[in-house]
């Protein structure tokens, strides 16, 4: 998969984060992250998404906000500074309208079967379902839903995802033997650093940590 964008650690301001779900009326949502309301879990969410400025990019892995409107989740788009990469999640009904909105404004295509990417809304670029950023010479494949083998895994690629929210073990920051893949949703960031974002910085600091685990005959040996 060709990257979408090239950055350097040096210079570029870059952040990771999935799974917000902003204004889910769902107890166990925002309880186990620390909150007692919907709206106190919401309201913490945007207020750190707020703070990331102009030059900084948040590479966001999907499941942005539920039990909303298409008009609620652009305000806050409308609202956010930052740019932002943005891949699908699995939960997605707000967003994918604005998405089809966006598609037969700038491409005149109203079939919602035929999916066009990039599609831009303001600061934000949604890429689709999967994507791949390079940041200085290391490739990061983003999904979602993690993924068994993915691009250039035998190279030592990394593996970003989401969805699980902390359930699956073999994701998270501790684990170091099941391969360079790595859940940095909030429910793992908020553990990590009381934020809901990882920095590049983190990641890497993660991903260093982690083996290289051979899963088919494209895979190197293990490092």
Same mark, same amino acid.
């Given at each position: 998969?060709?990257?979408?964008?090239?950055?350097?650690?040096?210079?570029?301001?870059?952040?990771?984060?999935?799974?917000?779900?902003?204004?889910?009326?769902?107890?166990?949502?925002?309880?186990?992250?620390g909150f007692n309301s919907y709206?106190?879990?919401?309201?913490?969410?945007?207020?750190?998404?707020?703070?990331?400025?102009?030059?900084?990019?948040?590479?966001?892995?999907?499941?942005?906000? @539920? %039990? #909303?409107?298409?008009?609620?989740?652009?305000? /806050?788009? =409308?609202?956010?500074?930052? $740019?932002?990469?943005?891949?699908?999640?699995?939960?997605?009904?707000?967003?994918?309208?604005?998405?089809?909105?966006?598609?037969?404004?700038?491409?005149?295509?109203?079939?919602?079967?035929?999916?066009?990417?990039?599609?831009?809304?303001?600061?934000?670029?949604?890429?689709?379902?999967?994507?791949?950023?390079?940041?200085d010479n290391q490739y990061i494949?983003?999904?979602?839903?993690?993924?068994?083998?993915?691009?250039?895994?035998?190279?030592?690629?990394?593996?970003?995802?989401?969805?699980?929210?902390?359930?699956?073990?073999? @994701? %998270? #920051?501790?684990?170091?033997?099941?391969?360079? /893949?790595? =859940?940095?949703?909030?429910? $793992?960031?908020?553990?990590?650093?009381?934020?809901?974002?990882?920095?590049?910085?983190?990641?890497?600091?993660?991903?260093?940590?982690?083996?290289?685990?051979?899963?088919?005959?494209?895979?190197?040996?293990?490092?």
């Amino acid at each position: 998969m060709k990257v979408f964008k090239k950055f350097n650690s040096k210079t570029d301001k870059l952040f990771f984060s999935s799974d917000f779900h902003a204004e889910h009326q769902k107890s166990f949502i925002f309880s186990p992250r620390g909150f007692n309301s919907y709206q106190e879990h919401t309201d913490f969410l945007l207020k750190e998404l707020y703070k990331l400025d102009y030059d900084t990019t948040l590479v966001y892995l999907g499941d942005f906000a @539920l %039990n #909303t409107t298409p008009e609620r989740v652009k305000s /806050i788009l =409308d609202t956010v500074k930052c $740019n932002i990469i943005y891949i699908l999640g699995n939960h997605e009904s707000a967003p994918n309208k604005i998405i089809q909105e966006q598609k037969e404004l700038q491409f005149g295509i109203s079939d919602k079967f035929i999916d066009v990417w990039p599609i831009r809304y303001k600061t934000t670029t949604f890429l689709g379902y999967c994507g791949a950023i390079q940041v200085d010479n290391q490739y990061i494949y983003l999904q979602h839903m993690a993924q068994y083998i993915w691009p250039y895994q035998g190279d030592l690629s990394w593996h970003l995802c989401g969805h699980s929210h902390q359930s699956c073990k073999i @994701l %998270n #920051t501790q684990e170091v033997n099941s391969g360079k /893949i790595f =859940d940095c949703g909030v429910d $793992n960031a908020l553990k990590y650093n009381k934020t809901p974002f990882f920095s590049y910085s983190d990641i890497k600091q993660i991903m260093d940590r982690k083996f290289l685990q051979k899963r088919d005959h494209h895979s190197a040996p293990a490092k």
